[in-house]
């Protein structure tokens, strides 16, 4: 027996990184995983995996989490493909750094438009189903989201909205059969973070305080505590932002 056996799960940013561990952690335990991404190659890979790993394969659903219409024909797709939806794991997310001077109202909007926009539209979509299956929502945040940090002002700023997002909806659902919580990692070993530079003339001395004094997560890491966060175990969390960052928030 599994966890999530005869649970649905939709996972957005199926296709890498921490979605892709989250999708593959939960089909071990039990879970049917539909997959929700832009990256339409990347999420039949780990479809692949999955069905490899568990025996049933990943649906997929190739889309922009930042288009509403999208968020909504996921969540129908997942509970016309499979009659329910249990758990979902807002996962999806972008990052990069920038001097604010250089920020621009392209990135700014994408930066909102897909980190904070993106969750509220996946959530919004599935709440009714959610509360009618007594099942849960697991935002995935950053300690950027609990710390002030030099160089990503407009992420720091999206994922300090994925926390109060998260707050915010736990208090309006607290008297539903919902439970809706975040997982904010720190640094994590992901294509995401492979990508990530930082501009030229920087003041390092100003990121000391969020670069920590651990090695980077392996994206399993995360996915262990965002299934668990996501099953039965943790029947009594709600409005919770669980840090998994190796102690960066702690001082
Ligand atoms: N990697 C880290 O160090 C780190 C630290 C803290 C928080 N996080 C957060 O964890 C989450 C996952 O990050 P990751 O490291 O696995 O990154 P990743 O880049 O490996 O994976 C992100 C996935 O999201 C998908 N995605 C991006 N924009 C999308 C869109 N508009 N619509 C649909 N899919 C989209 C990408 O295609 C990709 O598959 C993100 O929300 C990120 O902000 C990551």
């Known amino acids: 027996m599994g966890r999530f056996d005869d649970r649905v799960a939709l996972v957005t940013g199926a296709a890498s990184g921490i979605g892709r561990a989250t999708a593959l952690r939960m089909a071990a335990d039990g879970a049917t995983v539909v997959g929700f991404d832009r990256d339409a190659d990347g999420l039949a890979a780990v479809a692949t995996e999955v069905a490899d790993l568990a025996g049933e394969p990943m649906t997929t659903v190739v889309g922009d989490v930042s288009v509403r219409a999208d968020c909504f024909a996921a969540v129908e797709h997942a509970v016309a493909t499979h009659g329910r939806l249990d758990v979902l794991a807002n996962v999806a997310g972008i990052t990069w750094a920038e001097h604010v001077a250089d920020a621009t109202e392209d990135g700014w909007n994408r930066m909102m438009g897909v980190n904070v926009s993106g969750t509220f539209w996946c959530v919004q979509a599935a709440i009714p189903h959610l509360v009618a299956s007594h099942g849960n929502v697991v935002n995935v945040a950053s300690n950027a989201g609990l710390m002030g940090q030099a160089y990503t002002v407009a992420y720091s700023t999206a ?93």
């Open 159 to 251: 994922k300090g909205a994925v926390v109060n997002m998260t707050r915010s909806l736990a208090m309006e659902f607290a008297k539903e059969p919902i439970r809706i919580n975040a997982v904010a990692p720190g640094g994590v070993d992901s294509p995401m973070s492979r990508g990530f530079s930082m501009p030229d003339d920087l003041d390092y001395s100003l990121m000391q305080p969020y670069i920590g004094f651990r090695a980077m997560a392996d994206p399993s890491e995360l996915a262990n505590v965002i299934a668990f966060v996501a099953s039965d175990e943790a029947s009594r969390m709600h409005g919770a932002i669980v840090t998994v960052d190796g102690g960066l928030t702690a001082g």
